[in-house]
Nanobody, 123 residues
Framework: QVRLVESGGGLVQAGGSLRLSCAHS????????MGWFRQAPGKEREFVAT???????YYTDSVKGRFTISRDNAKNTVYLQMNSLKPEDTAVYYC?????????????????WGQGTQVTVSS
């Protein structure tokens, strides 16, 4: 069983930055594709970014140029660096994992999920 634990959320002013971290519990982390999703109040969960086990990345259009996903296989951790934050980025952010080699933007593709971390951007 894989356990994912997110951290790094908080309250930030518009234009500020946060870095989210997601710790993966298994030493086989480097065989997993990892993703970040978010869910705002009253809205469906939406895709934010993904990184393949080989390092390829893909982003939703609304965060391109502002967010960067990365992974450190030595630390079994995936990161989401969020810059130039906007109030519309306010949501609970979830980390997800699937033991596969592709790029995945659909929530249904992932087998494991973290508990989420709140990000609030004030205007």
């Amino acid at each position: 069983q894989v356990r994912l634990v997110e951290s790094g959320g908080g309250l930030v002013q518009a234009g500020g930055s946060l870095r989210l971290s997601c710790a993966h519990s298994r030493p086989t982390f480097n065989s997993y594709a990892m993703g970040w999703f978010r869910q705002a109040p009253g809205k469906e969960r939406e895709f934010v970014a993904t990184i393949a086990r080989g390092g390829s990345t893909y982003y939703t259009d609304s965060v391109k140029g502002r967010f960067t996903i990365s992974r450190d296989n030595a630390k079994n951790t995936v990161y989401l660096q969020m810059n130039s934050l906007k109030p519309e980025d306010t949501a609970v952010y979830y980390c997800a994992a699937v033991r596969a080699g592709g790029i995945y933007s659909q929530a249904s593709s992932y087998d494991y999920w973290g508990q989420g971390t709140q990000v609030t951007v004030s205007s």
